[in-house]
C-alpha cells in the first residue's frame, strides 16, 4: 500500500491467487480491511489488481462497488493491468484524480476481462 498525505492511496492487490473464488476470499479477509482504514485519511482509494482473465470480472467489480458505496463521499475504483503497464497504471492514476465523478469502477487497462 502507498499514499501521500495529499495523494490517493494505492491499495496493492497484485499477489492474490490465480482462482478467482480464492483471489476473492483473500481479498475480502486481508484487503477489504485496508481500504477501508486508508479511506478514513483518503479522499480517493484505488485498488491496484494485477492483469487476471474473465473469471475475475464479477467479483472485482462487485466489490470495488460496494466498498465504494460503502464508504462514499470516499471514492473508491480500481485498476487492472500487467506488470509491465506502469506508463498506463500512471495514467489511470492521474485521470481517476482528476475525475471527482468515478467511484466504483474497474479500470481495465491492457484489455484483460
Do not use: K
Not at 484505488?46 to 487476471?52: G, H, L, M, S, Y
Request: cysteine-free; overall charge negative.
Amino acid at each position: 500500500m502507498t499514499a501521500s498525505p495529499d495523494g490517493p492511496a494505492i491499495v496493492e492487490a497484485r499477489d492474490l491467487p490465480e482462482s478467482a473464488l480464492d483471489a476473492a476470499a483473500q481479498f475480502h479477509a486481508s484487503l477489504v480491511p485496508v481500504v477501508r482504514e486508508q479511506a478514513q485519511q483518503h479522499p480517493l482509494v484505488v485498488i491496484d489488481f494485477a492483469a487476471a482473465d474473465h473469471t475475475h470480472t464479477s467479483w472485482r467489480q462487485a466489490v470495488v462497488g460496494q466498498l465504494a458505496r460503502e464508504l462514499a463521499p470516499v471514492r473508491v475504483n480500481a485498476m487492472a493491468s500487467a506488470a509491465r503497464a506502469q506508463e498506463a497504471r500512471a495514467q489511470a492514476l492521474e485521470y481517476l484524480i482528476r475525475a471527482p465523478g468515478v467511484t466504483g469502477q474497474v479500470l481495465s487497462l491492457d484489455g484483460n476481462r
